[in-house]
């Protein structure tokens, strides 16, 4: 059970990888960075069940992340408002090769 | 149960898919969404109840709130959006540049998988119930944040606050205005469910010294609550006074945490570093003010800026 | 061997099971917003009712029956509220209810 968590750890990373590096959109990509982090997370509570006895060091770490990724992704998101009200637009890409 | 891990992997990779790839950005969030609750399941599954609170009250319910309040703030044609405009699709290098970062999100996913062969499982389980009666608490989870790793937990609360500073310093919002819904019905819900909430909070607060729980998914309920009145259009006026005020709750939690590891120091312990007969005590102390300040903390981040005082 | 207690909690979560699947069902076929919020809060909350009792039963615990009891009044509160705040924001946008065409 804990091999087939590993995988579909692997498979949401590549997703969101992929995701983060090609969406123009920044929301998108502040998503894609979420579930980037939650695969990460996945990763380590499973490693963490793994273990013999339970260790919950790694659920204290990610217990940390947690709380990290909802404060970056806070700040991204009032940056991404003020970048909206600047140039009407979600994207990074300059306006004329569009 | 393979077949229950089976399906719940399914439909987490199907609802990454769809939260990164429909053009509805709306549909992308609730997807998103649903992506977080399904994870709480799998975190149940890795025995990790802890982090299952944590992702349900904060990684998918409080995230949500805040990426649909941003969308609320963008006019509506920003909602529906092509992944990738036509233009760019239709490019030279569009192929090609996708294709690269498949290639890349793949080796890197492979080379994560192989670095697993020779990792060695972490083994620190049976230490850590070996120094448990130390701690002060129950909860292994809690003992780890709060007395042998605190300093981390110190950081995270900073972290928190220095999110709450940055998106102050970016400019004022307007304060939310009290105001009479068309329907009794949610204000009439919400008025109900508020001692619930408060309830629901403190116990969970209560439990985090021998169970599943503390000061975060507390805070997380806190905030919860608070966004719901702020939905059912019940807020107080804002003046100076209650600026003050909250700036104070703001940072009760970190200046607690920081002044409890400061005094200790002075007393000759070391940098939170607990005497074994008080650490069950402070542990209580920091993580009431720790619960509070995230409440408020995670409330503000959810305005998104700091409250003009002159709009109300 | 399953007690009697255990075989009355499957076949009452089974029952549950089946009214959630014909909620979805109508979430996915129905044809306007009114008839899907109607079809979901109706059939999940009674299955998910019927989940609760099925689980109250094979805990065996009153303790555990009452906190069921409660989650599945407050999921009943809030699926009610959430169910007429979506028919109220789309009535008032507009949104006529389905009627068959003739």
Known sequence: ????????????????????????????KLMALNIFTSAVFLFLVTLARMAEPLDPIPH???????????????????????????????????TDDD | MAVFDLILGLLLV??????????????????????????????VRLEA????????????????????STLGRLPHSEARQPVVSRTVRNGPGYWMTTGFWWVLAI????????????????????????????????????AVLLNFRSLDTVMEIAVLLLAVVVAWSMGTVVWPVKRTLPS???PGFVRLLTPFFLLVSFSLLWRGSHAPGGAFPSGAVLAAAGILLLLAGKTTRICPRFMFWLRWILAV?????????????VAGYGFLVYPEQWAGALILLIEVSAGVSIGAMLMALYIGGEPDIHSA | MMGAADIAGAVLAVAGVLFFLAGTLGLLRFPDIYTRIHALTKADNLGLGLICLGAAVQSGSLMTALKLLLV?????????????????????RGIRPWARQE
Do not use: C
Request: net charge positive; aromatic share 8%; proline share 3%.
């Open chain 2, 253 to 265: 939690g970190l200046l607690v945490f920081v002044f409890a590891g400061v005094s200790l120091m």
């Open chain 2, 49 to 68: 109840p802890d982090i299952a609170l944590a992702e349900a009250a904060i990684g998918s319910g409080l995230t949500g709130a805040l990426l649909f």
């Open chain 1, 1 to 28: 059970m804990t091999a087939f968590y590993l995988i579909l750890a692997g498979v949401i990373l590549a997703m969101a990888f992929h995701a983060l590096m090609t969406r123009p959109n920044l929301l998108r």
């Open chain 2, 184 to 186: 009794p019905l949610l």
């Open chain 3, 72 to 92: 599945w009044i407050l999921v009943l509160l809030a699926a009610a509220t959430g169910a007429s705040l979506i028919a109220q924001t789309a009535h008032r």
């Open chain 1, 60 to 94: 204290a770490m990610v217990l940390t992340g947690i709380v990290v990724t909802v404060s970056t992704t806070a700040v991204g998101l009032a940056l991404l408002v003020r970048l909206y009200r600047r140039s009407g637009s979600l994207t990074l890409q300059s």
């Open chain 2, 107 to 142: 080796l890197l996913s492979i080379a994560f998988l192989f670095s697993l062969l020779d990792l060695q499982t972490p083994g620190l389980g049976g230490l850590l119930q070996e120094r448990l009666p130390e701690s002060g608490v129950l909860n292994p989870v809690t």
């Open chain 2, 14 to 43: 199907v609802l990454v898919w769809k939260s990164l790839s429909v053009s509805d950005l709306f549909g992308a969030v609730i997807s998103f969404m649903a992506f977080g609750l399904l994870m709480a399941v799998a975190w």
